[in-house]
């Protein structure tokens, strides 16, 4: 069979074109994959809205054809639960850091997980603050490096998915932006979820990162990522010692049917006005 | 036809005025004194097929706002002081994005939980300079229940109509007291809708810094589509860096408002003509005034009032113009001195006198009085 090249350009923003990000950065492969993934999924292009934080990765609403919001650092989320709530037809992404989803706008991420609310938050979790140069993010692993942490890092780390379920969100799942077909696949599954879903892709900034922890160019990391990544199954029979400094990647939990809020809401007025 | 009166509290005016006016959409986080307008709009919002969100935190408040609100909704969010501070980044953003939405400050004093249920007016100099950044802002200032209400109504008509936020800066005695309202028929009031632009998506840019006009904000969903950025923009949305455009959109957030402050201006003279003391007073310091200055005309002491109901933009022009032929000016606020830089600001040679009192007492006639009676000696 002959697979045909996608076309990209139907969904791209050419005037806003080269984009920000450097040269092997991870962030543009998850970009065609969410491309891709919203095609496959066959929404159109007026009906899709995707919010952003601050950040590299959040600077990837604006080359997008869609309704796009480049909101403030960490609080994309509200921005998207207040356009769902107003219009629960619109598909909701939101494209967040890890320092903005998870640092600055912790707070934001779980009420949303608990509210269960129809949105997939998509975060890009390049363990560092990329866009101001590399310091300490709530994912970076311990002993790391950064701008901030020059005799690295002490803290432990958020792990996203498991803070996500947690939390009360009914999808969540992980990739890398190494596995693009994969990603491409989660990006589908997440997107027809009913409820709130969080993909978690580990992705790859050699320069704000790597550099500063013996990965110096983007190849260095995407073997750190194919090399660290283990697939939830396998990851079933392995030690706490085999797993220490991998990630578990796939969808990690699902749970369909759960109340979601804006469906629930709006039962809710239904049921008001029958009174 | 017999008037629709009723007997409500502050709070529960702009509630009603919010419903009145078309409001689609609250969020908020509950502060004292102001929670009574995010519970009364719990009960009459989803009434009306409408969404009522009890948020995170005030940040989130605001920030679900201004989602619903580039959905097209009519959208409120209430707090008070410290809310307000939290706020800010996103007045900030709506600002500079020129989304439209209103915000309550049902003012009190104090930071983190300060003086919560007493009286203050505290954020005057934080609803024009809190955030971050340059732009006009439009904020109004009550001075009754009624008043809460039909200003409410104008507060959304001025969001919708210049695409910025539009603050309320009540206090906790207009917030909580209770005063007749006279509930206004729909064909009495202006209610200025959110509609579609005027020409088809292809043609649409979100910003227009050049004709003067402002463009409608078209709803996202609609088919029109846009990107909404806090980074510096051109009139298509999307970020620049060129010189003349940042200096075209930062003049165009400060022109929209201030070249056209004829509309919005707002504000009450009362015994002006032939004062000999000028009080500018606003909110419920203004009641307090106006008691006073009767007390002062019986004494013989020609007092007048000048109270701005719209106080941001400032009202420049009037105050400079009170002031060639009123020498001595008061201005009694209930914060260690904020109007009073605005007025010293625009007199022309008058002598400006504050009255501040901050212990979380009204400021009663009595002490205005007392001023008065004081300056008119000097
Ligand atoms: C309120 C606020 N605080 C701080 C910043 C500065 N800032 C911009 S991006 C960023 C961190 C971004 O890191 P992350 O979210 O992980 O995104 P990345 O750049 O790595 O993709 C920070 C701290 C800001 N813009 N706003
Ligand atoms: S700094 Fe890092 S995350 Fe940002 S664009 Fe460059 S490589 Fe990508
Ligand atoms: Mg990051």
């Avoid at chain 1, 921005?79 to 707070?107: C, E, H």
């Avoid at chain 2, 609250?26 to 502060?31: E, N, S």
């Amino acid at each position: 069979m002959i697979k045909t090249k996608f076309d990209y350009n139907k969904y791209l923003r050419k005037n806003t074109l080269p984009h920000i990000w450097c040269p092997g950065c991870g962030d543009g492969i998850i970009l065609k994959s969410l491309l891709r993934a919203i095609d496959k999924c066959g929404y159109s292009k007026d009906d899709v809205v995707i919010t952003s934080g601050i950040g590299c990765a959040s600077r990837l609403p604006g080359y997008v054809d869609f309704n796009t919001i480049h909101t403030t650092h960490g609080r994309a989320l509200t921005f998207a639960i207040g356009i769902k709530m107003f219009k629960p037809r619109l598909k909701v992404i939101t494209i967040s850091g890890d320092g903005d989803a998870l640092a600055i706008g912790g707070n934001h991420f779980i009420h949303a997980a608990r509210r269960n609310i129809d949105i997939t938050l998509i975060v890009f979790n390049n363990y560092t603050y990329g866009m101001t140069g590399g310091q300490c993010s709530p994912t970076q692993p311990v002993g790391s490096l950064s701008t901030t942490t020059p005799f690295g890092s002490i803290e432990p780390p958020f792990d996203v998915c498991n803070l996500a379920q947690a939390a009360g969100a009914t999808w969540v799942g992980r990739s890398t932006s190494y596995h693009a077909v994969q990603l491409e696949k989660f990006m589908v599954d997440a997107l027809n979820h009913t409820g709130f879903s969080v993909l978690d892709v580990i992705t790859n900034c050699h320069i704000s990162y790597g550099r500063r922890n013996k990965m110096k160019s983007p190849v260095e990391m995407i073997k750190y990522q194919k090399e660290k990544a283990v697939p939830a199954r396998s990851a079933e029979n392995m030690t706490p010692e085999d797993l220490a400094g991998r990630f578990k990647t796939g969808i990690l939990f699902e749970k369909a049917g759960s109340p979601e809020f804006c469906t629930e809401y709006y039962k809710k007025l239904e049921s008001i006005k029958t009174k | 036809m017999a008037k629709n009166i009723k007997l409500m509290q502050g709070n529960e005016a702009i509630a009603e005025g919010a419903v009145i006016a078309g409001c689609d959409f609250f969020a908020g986080y509950p502060i004292t004194p102001s929670s009574e307008v995010a519970e009364i709009l719990s009960s009459k919002l989803p009434k009306i097929g409408k969404v009522f969100l009890q948020m995170e935190d005030e940040i989130a408040a605001l920030g679900a706002v201004l989602g619903a609100a580039l959905g097209g909704a009519k959208a409120l969010t209430a707090t008070s002081g410290p809310g307000m501070s939290l706020k800010q980044e996103h007045i900030g953003y709506a600002s500079m994005c020129e989304i439209p939405c209103v915000i309550i400050n049902v003012m009190r004093g104090g930071p983190s939980t300060g003086l919560p249920t007493l009286p203050a007016q505290g954020d005057v100099m934080q609803a024009k300079w809190g955030t971050h950044g340059d732009h006009a802002i439009i904020a109004i200032t009550p001075s009754s229940v009624n008043e809460s209400l039909y200003e409410t109504i104008r507060a959304f008509n001025l969001a919708v109509k210049y695409r910025t936020p539009v603050l309320i800066l009540t206090d906790e005695i207009i917030g909580h007291m209770r005063e007749k309202v006279v509930i206004p028929d729909k064909s009495d009031i202006e209610i200025i809708d959110v509609k579609l632009p005027g020409v088809p998506p292809e043609k649409y840019n979100p910003y227009n810094y050049t004709s003067g006009e402002v463009t409608p904000l078209a709803p996202m969903g609609e088919g029109y589509r846009y990107h909404v950025t806090g980074l510096i923009h051109g009139e298509t949305g999307f970020p620049s860096q060129k010189t003349d455009v940042i200096q075209n959109a930062q003049n165009w957030l400060m022109d929209k408002i201030y070249k056209n402050i004829k509309d919005i201006e707002k504000f009450e003279e009362f015994q002006t003509e032939d004062a000999d003391i000028l009080l500018v007073a606003y909110g419920s310091t203004s009641r307090s005034s106006r008691q006073a200055i009767m007390m002062a005309r019986s004494a013989g002491i020609k007092a007048g009032m000048f109270r701005p109901i719209t106080i941001w933009p400032f009202p420049d022009e009037q105050i400079s113009a009170l002031s060639k032929k009123i020498k001595k000016i008061l201005v009694p606020e209930m914060n260690m001195g904020q109007v009073i830089f605005e007025v010293q600001r625009n007199a022309c040679g008058s002598s400006v006198y504050g009255l501040n009192v901050v212990n979380g007492e009204p400021i009663t006639p009595d002490q205005i009085y007392e001023k008065i009676k004081e300056i008119s000696k000097i």
